[in-house]
C-alpha cells in the first residue's frame, strides 16, 4: 500500500520558515519523480514544485522560485521542501505527491493534469502575524 505522510507544517509569521517532510512507503521511491502541491482555501489544487528521481532536476512555480526548495534522501524514501521567506499567500495545504516526470519541463507540465497524482492528508501552512 502506497503512504504519503507529510509532516512539519504550522502557523509562521510573514518572512518566517518552515521544513516539509514527507515519508513515504510501499513504492519504489527513488524511480519516482515527486512533488509538491498546495491548495490555499476555496482555490484549486496548485503545482508548486517536483524533484527528479536522482535530485539532479528541480522545477518550481513561479510563485515560489527562490523562496522553497525542494530535496530527497533516497536511502530514507523522504522527500522534503524548504520554504523561506513566506508570505501570506503561501497559506495552505501541502500535499506531497507521487509522480510525475512530465512536470519536471514546462513544456509538458502545463497538460499535466496533477489532480490524479496520488497524494498524502496534507500538512497545514499558515503565514500570519
Known amino acids: 500500500e502506497v503512504q504519503l505522510v507529510e509532516s512539519g507544517g504550522g502557523l509562521v509569521q510573514p518572512g518566517g520558515s518552515l521544513r516539509l517532510s514527507c515519508a513515504t512507503s510501499?513504492?519504489?521511491?527513488?524511480?519516482?519523480?515527486m512533488t509538491w502541491v498546495r491548495q490555499a482555501p476555496g482555490k484549486g489544487l496548485e503545482w508548486v514544485s517536483s524533484?527528479?528521481?536522482?535530485?539532479?532536476?528541480?522545477a518550481y512555480a513561479d510563485s515560489v522560485k527562490g523562496r522553497f526548495t525542494i530535496s530527497r534522501d533516497n536511502a530514507k524514501n523522504a522527500l522534503y521542501l524548504q520554504l523561506d521567506s513566506l508570505k501570506s499567500e503561501d497559506t495552505a495545504m501541502y500535499y506531497c505527491?507521487?509522480?510525475?516526470?512530465?512536470?519536471?519541463?514546462?513544456?509538458?507540465?502545463?497538460?499535466?493534469?496533477?489532480?490524479?497524482?496520488?497524494r498524502g492528508q496534507g500538512t497545514q501552512v499558515t503565514v500570519s502575524s
Open positions: 505527491a507521487m509522480g510525475d516526470y512530465r512536470l519536471i519541463d514546462v513544456t509538458t507540465r502545463q497538460a499535466f493534469d496533477i489532480t490524479t497524482l496520488p
Open positions: 524533484i527528479s528521481t536522482t535530485g539532479g532536476r528541480t
Open positions: 510501499g513504492f519504489n521511491f527513488r524511480t519516482y519523480t
